[in-house]
């Protein structure tokens, strides 16, 4: 028996990875769908808080949740795009940002009864993590893009656990 070769047609030519199973050659075009992280994409991990205060049912958390989603997005939009009234959305960032800092340390003392030390030292490191990614070893590295992946999952975290 012949091997059968399936490939998904495309104009364009893509590498591709070859599978054979007992005589049937299986060729499965892989795309490159990788996206460089970036400050602005890596605010999509703030909809995790988002569903985590939704589901825990805390309408300030979750209001602030929403609030630096927008507000981040939109401060790293302009910026990236460099339109707008960049100084404006940079001081709603940070508005929303400390504010949100704040609630998370007053809703670990309140609410959540174990693990809050771990708590109270995620949320400083992700602080101290802020700082280094605004110095220049910071932007080199892209270290602000990991400090969003990383608040957002101890910010999600943090309603789950109350």
Same mark, same amino acid.
């Given at each position: ?44 991990? %703030?909809?995790?808080?988002? =569903?985590? &205060? ?7 958390? #979750?209001?602030?949740?929403?609030? @630096? /989603? ?36 007053? %809703?670990?003392?309140?609410? =959540?009864? &174990? ?7 995620? #949320?400083?490191?992700?602080?101290? @993590? /802020? ?32």
């Amino acid at each position: 028996m012949p091997d059968t070769i399936f490939q998904i047609p495309h104009s364009e030519p893509f590498p591709h990875n070859t599978l054979i199973v007992r005589g049937l050659k299986l060729t499965i075009l892989s795309y490159n769908t990788t996206m460089k992280l970036n400050e602005l994409n890596s605010n999509l991990i %703030f909809i995790f808080p988002i =569903v985590a &205060s939704l589901l825990k049912g805390d309408n300030i958390y #979750l209001f602030l949740s929403i609030s @630096i /989603f927008i507000g981040s997005s939109l401060y790293h939009y302009v910026k990236e795009n460099k339109r707008g009234h960049l100084n404006v959305v940079r001081y709603i960032d940070i508005g929303t940002a400390t504010a949100s800092y704040l609630y998370m340390f007053y %809703f670990v003392h309140t609410s =959540v009864k &174990s693990f809050q030390i771990i708590l109270y030292v995620a #949320l400083a490191v992700t602080v101290l @993590i /802020f700082f280094i990614g605004k110095s220049k070893f910071g932007r080199e590295r892209n270290i602000h893009s990991i400090f969003h992946i990383l608040i957002g999952i101890v910010a999600g975290v943090i309603p789950l656990l109350s």
